[in-house]
């Protein structure tokens, strides 16, 4: 059964997606490496961004930890989502939790060059408490959550499963 500390980055970004996509990650189904956009993104780290220093914290794994205690993300995607706020929220908590000063995240979107900048505050820290809480709710489950309309599915590197089987 997975617990609290289990919880990384990529739960918290499929819970805030679909909490199908989480579930099933969970239990191992990764057809990520398939995708076109995963590929894009992970090039973009190793190239355009390659001086930033991924930082490993078991569970999760930030793209970059600067000198001002801001955590940095790179995104490929057009646009802010929900779930990369969570997400990068998540490595706030994992960093405070041990021990790290953290004065918030920065969201790179390498598409429109634009940065979305968010502090840290207390009502964050909740916030991402109880997200954990969320998907581990979700994980744990015995059967998968339902899927959305279809339409929420475009994209999703999970969709031969969801649609097919
Ligand atoms: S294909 Fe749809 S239902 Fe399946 S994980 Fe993706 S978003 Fe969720």
């Known amino acids: 059964m997975i617990t609290r500390e289990d919880i990384g980055g990529v ?3 499929y819970l805030y997606h679909c909490p199908r996509q989480l579930w099933l990650y969970a239990r191992g189904f990764r057809p990520e490496h398939l995708n076109e956009s ?3 993104g ?3 780290h190793e190239t355009t961004y ?3 220093s991924p930082v490993d914290l078991g569970a999760a794994r930030l793209d970059h930890y600067d000198g001002q205690a801001w955590v940095h993300e790179i995104k490929h995607s057009a646009r802010p989502t929900a779930a990369d706020r969570a997400q990068a929220r998540h490595y706030c908590h994992q960093l405070t939790r041990i021990g790290v000063p953290v004065e918030g995240a920065i969201l790179h979107y390498y598409q429109s060059r634009r940065t979305q900048r968010l502090p840290y505050t207390p009502e964050q820290h909740t916030h991402a408490d109880n997200d954990i809480d969320r998907a581990v709710e979700v994980i744990n489950s ?3 959550p339902p899927r959305p309309d279809r339409a929420r ?3 999703c590197s999970y969709r031969d ?3 097919n089987s």
Request: aromatic share 14%; proline share 5%; glycine share 4%.
């Open 11 to 13: 739960h918290i970004k």
């Open 50 to 52: 390659s001086r930033y």
């Open 142 to 144: 015995p059967t998968s």
């Open 153 to 155: 599915c475009h994209g």
């Open 38 to 40: 995963v590929q894009l």
């Open 161 to 163: 499963y969801c649609w």
């Open 42 to 44: 992970t090039a973009l």
